[in-house]
């Protein structure tokens, strides 16, 4: 069972602080996802990253994928009120099926003014 | 910006009813998913559909639940006879197709009474 693990669970900081959050996993996968989450809400897809050691920019948030493709991360610079939110990363493998998302439990972001 | 939509957003039903959910999957996209979420804890993938059949099922995914596409645009979940363990947030998302980026709605919270 392939499994990602997200730290830290949740993350209160100030406004203009940066931050990094983690996913990890045991496994490789083939490409990854990040999304957010509000309350009551959907994921919201925010990046994919498909190669090892790729790294793709969304204005102030950074993503890394590992050399392996077995872990990611997630930089947020001079984070601000609007970045709050629970952060989930999930992991996809291609296979015989059309495969399906592997979800992380996910980080829930406090960024206070 | 072409979005997943679902109706309904809120379904209160009693135990061992049937429920059906719908959904609108982005137009284009070929690859059509239910996930669920229980309050508290992590996204967890249901089914996915493509080239109008079921290509996975989870554990989850027993007897009580069916997929359909009765129409070129309509997707549907339901579910035959409900218990109190079926009330969660259920999430439909579609994909034009590997890598993963998958686009999901704004949910239906089922209540089962």
């Known amino acids: 069972t392939q499994l990602l693990e997200q730290s830290p669970q949740f993350l209160s900081i100030q406004e203009g602080e940066n931050l990094t959050v983690y996913c990890n996993s045991s496994?490789?996968?083939?490409?990854l996802q990040w999304y957010r989450q509000e309350p009551g809400e959907g994921p919201v897809l925010l990046v994919t990253?498909?190669?090892?050691?790729e790294v793709k920019k969304l204005k102030r948030l950074t993503f890394q994928f590992g050399d392996a493709r077995k872990d990611s991360s997630l930089h947020i610079t001079a984070a601000q009120p609007g970045d709050t939110g629970l952060y989930l990363c999930a992991g996809f493998n291609y296979g015989g099926s059309q495969g399906n998302l592997i979800f992380g439990k996910g980080t829930k972001l406090s960024v206070k003014p | 910006e072409p979005e997943v939509t679902q109706t309904p957003s809120h379904q209160v039903t009693q135990m061992g009813q049937e429920v059906i959910l719908r959904c609108v999957p982005i137009?284009?996209?070929?690859?059509f998913y239910w996930y669920r979420q229980i309050l508290g804890q992590k996204v967890e993938f249901l089914v996915s559909f493509y080239n109008n059949e079921i290509s996975e099922k989870s554990e989850i995914f027993d007897d009580q639940f069916s997929v359909e596409r009765p129409d070129g645009s309509n997707f549907t979940l339901k579910i035959r006879s409900t218990k109190l363990e079926d009330s969660a947030m259920y999430f439909c998302a579609s994909s034009p197709g590997p890598p993963g980026e998958q686009y999901f709605g704004p949910g239906t919270r089922l209540t089962v009474t």
């Open positions: 990253v498909v190669t090892g050691g």
């Open positions: 137009s284009n996209h070929l690859y």
């Open positions: 496994s490789v996968f083939s490409s």
